[in-house]
Antibody
């Protein structure tokens, strides 16, 4: 069965960077792109970008361009999302989600809470 | 960016009764390829979102047939024919005809 297992919670100071991982199993890793979304406490869902694990190509939301980097390691079937210059507004649960059809997502990781606090 | 507007913000439903959620987009979600890029998700308490409906009305694998989606262009509806206790949570519509992908603010469903 498809599983997306994300790394554990992080606490970071403003200005720092965070790198969240998402390990995929149960399907052919390079056959499906991966989205990253986030959800601030008590808020809705926000799309951050997408990576194609086959060639590594990425598309980022304009809001995050310059601060986000998505990469992949095909040897471990793992996707990474790094967000830099963190500020308090970046406190959120970050999700990876496998692409289903163009630009939708079927299976989601369990989420990673990133807390930005001085 | 395309704005997705959901109504109501919350609803309280007696088990066995129907429920309906509306989602309106600021631009048409009908693509030139003939598909309409509107999706529905349910986020149960403490869980990640789960996929319910794709391209307006197609249920994802394993989704009970009491869930149905309809609509076209800019106006869409998710209906639950007979609400069950396990249906509680936040329902989100999502568009992906244009990047960035955007979501509605969510509709909270609770059981009376």
């Amino acid at each position: 069965q498809v599983q997306l297992v994300q790394s554990g919670a992080e606490v970071k100071k403003p200005g720092a960077s965070v790198k969240v991982s998402c390990r995929a199993s149960g399907y052919t890793f390079t056959s499906y792109s991966m989205h990253w979304m986030r959800q601030a406490p008590g808020q809705g869902l926000e799309w951050m970008g997408i990576i194609n694990p086959s060639g590594g190509s990425t598309t980022y939301a304009r809001k995050f361009q310059g601060r986000v980097t998505m990469t992949r390691d095909t040897s471990t079937s793992t996707i990474y999302m790094e967000l830099s210059s963190l500020r308090s507004e970046d406190t959120a649960v970050y999700y990876c989600a496998r692409e289903y059809l163009p630009n939708s997502a079927d299976y989601w990781g369990q989420g990673t809470l990133v807390t930005v606090s001085s | 960016d395309i704005v997705m507007t959901q109504t109501p913000l919350s609803l309280s439903v007696t088990p066995g009764q129907p429920a309906s959620i509306s989602c309106k987009s600021s631009q048409s979600l009908l693509h030139s390829d003939g598909k309409t890029y509107l999706y529905w998700y349910l986020q149960k308490p403490g869980q990640p979102p789960q996929f319910l409906i794709y391209e307006v009305s197609d249920r994802f694998s394993g989704v009970p047939d009491r869930f149905s989606g309809s609509g076209s262009g800019t106006d869409f509806t998710l209906k639950i024919s007979r609400v069950e206790a396990e249906d509680v949570g936040y329902y989100y519509c999502m568009q992906s005809i244009q990047l960035p992908i955007t979501f509605g603010h969510g509709t909270r469903l609770e059981i009376k």
